[in-house]
């Protein structure tokens, strides 16, 4: 896995599962953008830890499809190419029917599939576009458990990263011919600072029993899987969904 001379773009980049990745990718020698929404800090904190240099941060709402257009412009710009993408970014808002209006249900579902499907496929766009003129590159999706365990509190999220596997498999054929590979990572829950309150409240527990390792993923395991998609010899493995929740469900 050496990705010397390399470029990757992660969305989501500054905190949790897409810093780790974006460590990942700088550790193997890769030049990496880190797109963020907001948070400036966490941004520049994490800019500062990546080894090596010559990497950037990126403000834009995957969301605004403008702004996805810019941010793939602006890195392309920067380093002159962009040969992997990272589709990370994400949000999860609880809206369990029973106990949700109709007017808030309509806009959870807004938000979510905005930002977790519509988003990616505009970053996907943009970054293929880029990749046939260069002649290849790698896209990989982070997806969930979610999509074939069900999600009852959030039924958004785990649709819009169902569709995010079907995108994934869809554009592996479609830009095959381009020597554009495409893949998704599924992780169950993962150790991180979204997910700490519940991992250490009363259902904390419950949840680590869901592995027959008695624990959750650790974002670093979550990279891993990630550097072999986007790495050289992965390639016959695209359309490929990788799940990484220990065993907490398997599928066949």
Same mark, same amino acid.
Request: contains cysteine; glycine residues 10%.
């Given at each position: 896995?050496?990705?010397?001379?390399?470029?990757?773009?992660? @969305?989501?980049? !500054?905190?949790? &599962? #897409?810093? $780790?990745?974006?460590?990942?990718? +700088?550790? *193997?020698?890769?030049?990496?953008?880190?797109?963020?929404?907001?948070?400036?800090?966490?941004?520049?904190?994490?800019?500062?830890?990546?080894?090596?240099?010559?990497?950037?941060?990126?403000?834009?709402?995957?969301?605004?499809?403008?702004?996805?257009?810019?941010?793939?412009?602006?890195?392309?710009?920067?380093?002159?190419?962009?040969?992997?993408?990272?589709?990370?970014?994400?949000?999860?808002?609880?809206?369990?029917?029973?106990?949700?209006?109709?007017?808030?249900?309509?806009?959870?579902?807004?938000? @979510?599939?905005? !930002?977790?499907? &519509? #988003?990616? $496929?505009?970053?996907?766009?943009? +970054?293929? *576009?880029?990749?046939?003129?260069?002649?290849?590159?790698?896209?990989?999706?982070?997806?969930?458990?979610?999509?074939?365990?069900?999600?009852?509190?959030?039924?958004?999220?785990?649709?819009?990263?169902?569709?995010?596997?079907?995108?994934?498999?869809?554009?592996?054929?479609?830009?095959?011919?381009?020597?554009?590979?495409?893949?998704?990572?599924?992780?169950?829950?993962?150790?991180?600072?979204?997910?700490?309150?519940?991992?250490?409240?009363?259902?904390?527990?419950?949840?680590?029993?869901?592995?027959?390792?008695?624990?959750?993923?650790?974002?670093?395991?979550?990279?891993?899987?990630?550097?072999?998609?986007?790495?050289?010899?992965?390639?016959?493995?695209?359309?490929?969904?990788?799940?990484?929740?220990?065993?907490?469900?398997?599928?066949?």
């Amino acid at each position: 896995m050496d990705f010397i001379n390399k470029t990757v773009l992660v @969305t989501g980049g !500054t905190r949790g &599962i #897409g810093r $780790a990745i974006a460590f990942a990718f +700088a550790k *193997k020698g890769a030049r990496v953008a880190v797109l963020f929404r907001s948070d400036q800090g966490s941004a520049d904190k994490t800019l500062a830890a990546l080894e090596g240099n010559d990497h950037l941060a990126i403000k834009a709402d995957v969301a605004d499809p403008d702004q996805v257009e810019k941010a793939v412009f602006d890195v392309v710009r920067h380093f002159g190419r962009l040969d992997i993408v990272v589709n990370n970014a994400g949000i999860g808002v609880y809206h369990p029917l029973p106990m949700t209006n109709y007017e808030d249900w309509q806009q959870a579902w807004r938000q @979510t599939i905005e !930002t977790n499907l &519509i #988003g990616p $496929a505009n970053i996907c766009f943009c +970054a293929a *576009k880029h990749m046939i003129d260069q002649g290849g590159g790698r896209i990989v999706n982070i997806t969930s458990r979610g999509a074939f365990r069900g999600e009852p509190t959030k039924a958004a999220y785990g649709a819009s990263k169902a569709g995010l596997n079907s995108l994934s498999q869809s554009l592996a054929v479609a830009l095959a011919e381009y020597k554009i590979f495409v893949g998704a990572v599924a992780p169950g829950f993962v150790n991180t600072e979204l997910t700490a309150d519940r991992l250490n409240g009363p259902e904390g527990a419950q949840i680590k029993a869901q592995s027959p390792f008695n624990r959750v993923a650790e974002p670093e395991e979550v990279a891993h899987a990630v550097l072999f998609l986007a790495s050289e010899g992965a390639e016959f493995s695209t359309g490929t969904i990788i799940d990484v929740n220990g065993a907490s469900h398997l599928r066949s």
